[in-house]
Antibody
Framework: EVQLLESGGGLEQPGGSLRLSCAVS????????MTWVRQAPGKGLEWVSG????????YYADSVRGRFTISRDNSKNTLYLQMHSLRAEDTAVYYC????????????????WGRGTLVTVSS | SYEVTQPPAVSVSPGQTASITCSGD??????PRWYQQKPGQSPVLVIY???KRPSGIPERFSGSNSGNTATLTISGTQAIDEADYYC?????????FGGGTKLTVL
């Protein structure tokens, strides 16, 4: 069964850090780029970051560049998002998604999504 | 930065055709993708790569694009199609989502 399972969300204070994980099963993880997308409460989708299948190329939205780091461990079939200097506006459900199409964002479409993990940044 | 624009809301009667637009500079060259999201659920890809439908997506969903506008068309709209719909494009090395369109079937 194909599954993407996010974990690591929770309540964190402004300026704090969190690491999200996405455990993948049911497909050859290393073959596909992966992405994080977030959705603030009652708002639309916002792309956060993506990484190529090998992990050699990472891409970020302007809103998180320099604060968030995406990585993957293909031996563990797991995607990560390390988040530092958290702000109130980072509060959202964070989804991981499998990126079809290839290694570059211009080709990406997101054909499998996890259920998401909620990150709340508040004092 | 690149932006794509969707109408906030579209309404349609059951059995009729719903059209949801997405606009952006030279969007037609970017093969926009479309996602459906129902309340409390994760998004689902419904259209990708210039009009392709993933396995399991009904034939009533179709996509077209030309110039600066892409359109998601739902033919014979059903009550189960009521959801938020998002277009997705790209610019340079980033991915861009539209603000979403709430489709109401009434």
């Amino acid at each position: 069964e194909v599954q993407l399972l996010e974990s690591g969300g929770g309540l964190e204070q402004p300026g704090g850090s969190l690491r999200l994980s996405c455990a993948v099963s049911g497909f050859t993880f290393s073959t596909y780029s992966m992405t994080w997308v977030r959705q603030a409460p009652g708002k639309g989708l916002e792309w956060v970051s993506g990484i190529s299948g090998s992990g050699g190329n990472a891409y970020y939205a302007d809103s998180v560049r320099g604060r968030f780091t995406i990585s993957r461990d293909n031996s563990k079939n797991t995607l990560y998002l390390q988040m530092h200097s958290l702000r109130a506006e980072d509060t959202a459900v964070y989804y991981c998604a499998k990126s079809g199409g290839g290694d570059a964002p211009r080709y990406w479409y997101f054909d499998l999504w996890g259920r998401g993990t909620l990150v709340t940044v508040s004092s | 930065s690149y932006e794509v624009t969707q109408p906030p809301a579209v309404s349609v009667s059951p059995g009729q055709t719903a059209s949801i637009t997405c606009s952006g500079d030279k969007l037609g060259d970017k093969y926009p993708r479309w996602y459906q999201q129902k309340p409390g659920q994760s998004p689902v890809l419904v259209i990708y790569q210039d009009g392709k439908r993933p396995s399991g997506i009904p034939e009533r969903f179709s996509g077209s694009n030309s110039g600066n506008t892409a359109t998601l068309t739902i033919s014979g709209t059903q009550a189960i199609d009521e959801a938020d719909y998002y277009c997705q494009a790209w610019d340079s090395t980033t991915v861009v989502f539209g603000g979403g369109t709430k489709l109401t079937v009434l």
